[in-house]
């Protein structure tokens, strides 16, 4: 019975706060994962966190010109003696469009 009571309070605490808190009503305590959300922030080529700042630094870029990923890319492949791949991504070559040619449809180009 002390259990049930106990299980009860703590039930009713977090509900009271999960509703203070703007909370759904449905127990969700999870974080938005819409585009507001900060987590989502700084990834595009123009946009700047202080992560991709930093990482910019070390490898001497301008952070505003890569993506996080492309900064990424660029210190893998310093760290791994790839030179090559990192002047492709620091020149912006993986960025030019690739002509790819067409698959043949069935019905079409029989």
Avoid: C, W
């Avoid at 127990?27 to 900060?38: E, L, T």
């Avoid at 202080?50 to 952070?63: D, E, H, R, S, T």
């Amino acid at each position: 019975m002390k259990t049930l009571i106990t299980t009860s309070v703590l039930a009713l605490a977090l509900s009271t706060s999960l509703a203070a808190a703007g909370g759904d009503g449905y127990g969700s305590i999870a974080p938005s994962m819409s585009q507001s959300s900060s987590a989502s922030k700084g990834s595009a080529v123009g946009e700047v966190t202080p992560g991709k700042a930093q990482i910019a630094a070390q490898l001497g870029l301008n952070p505003a010109e890569y993506t996080t990923a492309e900064l990424f890319r660029i210190q893998n492949a310093l760290r791994n003696g790839n030179r090559d791949e990192a002047k492709y991504v620091i020149n912006h070559t993986n960025r030019q469009p690739v002509d790819v040619a067409p698959q043949p449809v069935m019905g079409r180009d029989a």
